[in-house]
């Protein structure tokens, strides 16, 4: 189920490329291959070289270009001369992502569309989601030889001017493991982060680094640069930047946003997936239902947890269909009766959608609404294809933990691996029992598959290994189980180790209604080193 990430960087400042890496592969096979009448011979290179050598096999004195990206190509091409799109027919071509949908349909790269995300990237069978992914291709076609430069909005395709430039300029070497091949064809998906106002070029104020990939795209989730103050969030990542606005996806009750060797500027934050009514605001925050936004030039400030006693929480997991896109309705009467509970957050076990689909999540987004503050766990359903970005994009990393009154919630992924967790995981785990310890707090464990199967022969937990690990840690430090990924409802002990499994949230049961078999969240009552535990059945 995992797949291996990888990318290569290159940091841009300033309209200027500064700095670059070279991660293996060759873009030269010793010599160089000119165009033939017939044109490119794409045999004659190996793996990447003819996107390697794009700036001797293309004529850049002319560049067809898409209405509305001129500007990008004038800053890239400044002596082309620039020619409308409609007249395209081979050679260099910058194109929005709607004339790439349809120029590169049926390709095993392109651009495609889809409701909620809007354009995304399409990299043999995995969709990438964001308008910050750009699309280098060339390939022949019937009207001659094309070097396509595209991507999913205004950044992606600057992004993709910049990577061609730098490999032009030899500051990357193109790598041919992240490379697209076929009988003529290549292709490469790049990535930038940083260019906050998304227009393609890098300025002043913006540092943007621009990776390519192929397996997993790289995420960049605690630091960015942002009119010209470097920001770092603790507690949180940055989900988006947007000109001078700051938006933070809370993974927890206590914030910190710090600026490192600060001008002054102010800038605004929008901090995301919060409930004001739990915590310490800093002065002229305002809050906006599930979010807090502030404008600030201050150099540190935090969003801490309230002093709280009692408070509750409410549980669910596995709300997945049976197949297919569409949310159960049973889900969304769950969701519903969520809403309507009073509570401090939300847990979900996972197995959010079935296959990780794009499409699934469509589906999903439209209808996740929540009034209250959701921390997810990662699923084995949604953690495989196209899901395994699509998670990262909308909730973050997937190993973090956060307090709030005498509990601290350590989430942590247990699917990654085959439901086999890694020495690191684990290691990270003690190390979060320890700071729970040392804080006087008992700790509450969420993973979406749990060490140990209540049913009788059940064999749907993590691997054996994994699981002793998981059970040891838990009876040394007093710890809390909330999982899921069995679909029904159980609360026990196994070795004196309380564990709760709630596995009802829409996904076929998995046990007669007798034996926990039903449709269900749960309400926990998080009271002074004392856990409540009460199921609420929800009929479909």
Not at 350 to 365: C, H, N
Not at 387 to 400: K, R
Not at 443 to 465: A, F, I, Q, T, Y
Request: glycine share 12%; aromatic share 12%; with cysteine.
């Amino acid at each position: 189920m995992h797949r291996k990430i990888g990318f290569l960087l290159v940091i841009l400042t300033l309209g200027s490329v500064l700095a670059s890496g070279c991660i293996g592969g060759s873009s030269g096979s010793g010599k160089t291959t000119t165009s033939s009448p017939s044109g490119i011979d794409f045999k004659a290179y190996p793996v990447g070289g003819v996107l390697a050598h794009w700036s001797k096999l293309f004529n850049e004195s002319i560049i067809y270009v898409s209405p509305g990206y001129e500007s990008l190509v004038r800053h890239y091409f400044p002596n082309a001369q620039i020619k409308s799109i409609s007249e395209y027919k081979s050679g260099i071509a910058v194109m929005s992502p709607a004339d790439a949908r349809k120029v590169l349909a049926g390709k095993p790269a392109l651009i495609t569309r889809r409701d909620y995300f809007g354009y995304v990237l399409y990299l043999m069978g995995i969709h990438y989601v964001g308008a910050d992914k750009g699309l280098m291709v060339a390939y022949k076609s019937s009207e001659g030889d094309r070097l396509i430069l595209t991507g999913t909005g205004m950044a992606g395709v600057g992004a993709a001017l910049q990577y061609a430039m730098a490999v032009k300029d030899g500051k990357i070497q193109v790598n041919e493991a992240y490379v697209i091949h076929g009988n003529d064809f290549e292709a490469m998906g790049i990535k930038e982060v940083g260019d906050n106002n998304w227009d393609g070029i890098p300025e002043a104020g913006e540092l943007v680094t621009i990776h390519q990939f192929r397996y997993g795209e790289p995420f960049q989730f605690y630091w960015r640069v942002v009119d010209g103050e470097n920001v770092t969030v603790d507690g949180a990542f940055i989900r988006l930047v947007n000109g001078s606005t700051v938006y933070v996806h809370a993974l927890g009750f206590n914030i910190t946003v710090n600026v490192l060797n600060p001008k002054g500027v102010n800038l605004t934050y929008v901090i995301e997936n919060v409930n004001p009514g739990f915590m310490n605001l800093p002065q002229n925050a305002r809050a906006n239902g599930t979010s807090v936004v502030l404008k600030t030039s201050a150099q540190t400030f935090s969003l801490t947890p309230k002093d709280v006693g009692n408070y509750t929480v409410l549980v669910f997991g596995d709300h997945r269909p049976p197949s297919g896109d569409k949310p159960p309705e049973v889900f969304l009467k769950i969701r519903d009766r969520v809403n309507n509970e009073s509570g401090a957050f939300i847990i979900d076990g996972g197995d959010l959608v079935y296959s990780g689909d794009i499409d699934q999540w469509v589906e999903l987004m439209k209808v996740w609404k929540w009034n209250k503050p959701i921390f997810v766990a990662s699923g084995n359903h949604e953690y495989q294809g196209d899901g395994v970005d699509i998670f990262t994009h909308l909730f973050g990393p997937t190993n973090y933990a956060f307090s709030l009154g005498g509990y601290r919630y350590i989430f942590a992924n247990d699917v990654e691996d085959n439901y086999n967790l890694p020495s690191r995981t684990i290691a990270w785990m003690k190390r979060q029992f320890e700071l729970a310890r040392e804080h006087g707090q008992r700790p509450v464990l969420v993973m979406h598959v749990p060490p140990v199967d209540p049913r009788p022969n059940g064999h749907h937990s993590l691997g054996e290994d994994s699981a002793k690990q998981v059970l040891e840690l838990m009876k040394e430090y007093h710890a809390f189980g909330v999982f899921s990924h069995i679909h029904m409802y159980w609360y026990g002990t196994y070795d004196g180790v309380p564990i709760l499994i709630t596995g009802g949230g829409g996904a076929p049961l998995y046990a007669p209604h007798d034996q926990g078999g039903f449709y269900h969240y749960v309400i926990l009552s998080m009271g002074s080193g004392r856990i409540g535990v009460k199921p609420v059945e929800v009929t479909p």
